[in-house]
């Protein structure tokens, strides 16, 4: 399948930071997802971005498709202990391929 | 509205045996999906049923079979576990046409020994 390398692998945050998290890809994609998992649950779909360039946010996320098409951000703005989690970014050519995921965890 | 439902979630087996995991889902979906996840590496596709009556192979579908009960019910069945069937296994759905808007199960977690 797509090489998807997601980065970082694992971050902590604190209340009220911003953190930011990509995902970049060794072939052009038509569309990047972005999900959350929970502890225990499956992927819940977050973001959806087709066109290179899009910018969209749901709430506190802000998600970007890359220009070259090869990469995308997801930044997470004011982040409150509900975030933890782990968030995987996914991209489609003729198939969907899901990055290894970021884990994010709360810092003590 | 229980959206996409898992059994078991928890399964421990022996190498050899074989087991099935069923998958539902009541949202009218056409579209439905196996996964494995395995540490590090992101979600992969097992099998796939664009419809009713249809199933096809994804990206890793050795060691597996599939079986699209109706349009409601996706199992996957695992004939003789392997130690490297060891994974966390996701059933998802989706409308037709919008299959990037996946809808996940909680999983079940697999072990073989």
């Known amino acids: ?108 | 509205n229980a959206g996409v439902t898992q059994t078991p979630k928890f399964q421990v087996l022996k190498t050899g045996q074989s087991m099935t995991l069923q998958c539902a889902q009541d949202m009218n979906h056409n579209s439905m999906y196996w996964y494995r996840q395995d540490p590090g590496m992101g979600l992969r596709l097992i099998y796939y049923s664009a419809s009713e009556g249809t199933t096809d192979k994804g990206e890793v579908p050795n060691g597996y079979n599939v079986s699209r009960l109706n349009k409601r019910e996706f199992s996957l069945r695992l004939e003789s576990a392997a130690p490297s069937q060891t994974s966390v296994y996701f059933c998802a759905s989706s409308e037709a046409g919008k299959t990037d808007t996946q809808y996940f199960g909680p999983g079940t977690r697999l072990t073989v020994l």
Do not use: H
């Open chain 1, 1 to 108: 399948g797509q090489q998807l390398n997601q980065s970082p692998q694992s971050m902590f945050i604190q209340e009220g930071e911003d953190v930011s998290m990509n995902c970049t890809s060794s072939s052009i994609f038509n569309t990047w997802l972005w999900y959350k998992q929970d502890p225990g649950e499956g992927p819940v779909l977050l973001i959806a971005l087709y066109k290179a360039g899009e910018l969209t946010s749901n709430g506190r996320l802000t998600a970007q498709f890359g220009i070259t098409r090869k990469d995308s951000f997801l930044n997470i703005s004011a982040s409150i202990p509900s975030d933890v989690g782990i968030y995987f970014c996914a991209g489609r050519d003729y198939k969907l391929s899901f990055g290894a995921g970021t884990t994010v965890t709360v810092r003590a």
